[in-house]
């Protein structure tokens, strides 16, 4: 019987493939827990915890992407149709993106799903079979005035899907983005800049942090 998650002990050497009906991988190593999984279009191996196991190699975690970054055109259509959102008072409202890849056109898709929106909450009307739901690599949504988090919310919605998320913040000043990996409620955050062509102006958030933590060292 095949199983839907694996729990493995990393000795050293090339990684075996992902079998094709496993969900994700748990693998222990010199420094600590890993999540590995793989779907169409990326593979990711992502810390959980960081812990030292004596007498095992390290990992080094990683996000590989199938397809080039999503470029700087539909970073910007986006960030203006988040701009644009507005309720009947003129009050700004989330919104949400879906990003898939058409290997027929070698490009993305930038696709806007039918939505409920408020000045606080966003989700689609639509996910099942055959929804832009269903084919997103990347799901993006935005927080308008405020800055760029995931919320518990957040946390609860994208626990039952594999892909990208991220949001937006602060898009009527210089603007933000924070991205991360998501598998089946384990995530991860990634640099938006290796997924997404940003324009300039447009904060990385990881980088950022990383930039104040090297200044507080």
């Known amino acids: 019987m095949s199983k839907l998650v694996t729990y493995n002990i990393f000795e050293g050497g090339n990684m075996p493939p ?5 969900l994700y991988e748990y693998w222990l190593a010199g420094n600590g827990l890993y999540l590995r999984a793989k779907r169409i279009g990326m593979e990711v191996l992502m810390p959980l915890a960081q812990y030292q196991v004596r007498g095992l190699p390290d990992l080094d975690p990683y996000l590989r992407m199938d397809y080039p970054p999503v470029p700087q055109e539909l970073t910007l259509q986006m960030i203006e149709l988040s701009r644009k959102a507005r309720d009947a008072q003129n009050l700004p409202l989330e919104k949400l993106f ?3 890849y ?4 070698s490009s993305w898709q930038l696709e806007i799903p039918a939505q409920i929106q408020t000045n606080s909450s966003v989700k689609p ?3 099942g079979t055959g929804s832009s739901y269903e084919r997103a690599i990347l ?4 927080h308008h005035t405020m800055r ?3 919320s518990m919310t957040d946390n609860r919605d994208e626990a039952r899907s ?15 983005i924070r991205l991360r990996v998501g598998v089946f409620g384990h995530f991860w955050e990634v640099a ?3 997924v997404l062509e940003l324009p300039q102006g447009v904060q990385d958030c990881l980088t950022q942090n990383e930039q104040e933590r090297e200044v507080a060292w």
Request: glycine share 10%; aromatic share 16%; charged share 15%.
């Open 18 to 22: 992902i079998g094709p009906t496993v």
């Open 98 to 100: 879906h990003f898939s």
């Open 102 to 105: 058409s290997d027929a056109a």
């Open 125 to 127: 009307v639509q996910s």
């Open 139 to 142: 799901e993006i949504h935005s």
């Open 148 to 150: 760029a988090f995931f």
């Open 162 to 176: 594999f892909r990208l998320f991220g949001v937006i913040g602060r898009i009527f000043e210089q603007g933000e």
């Open 192 to 194: 938006a800049s290796t």
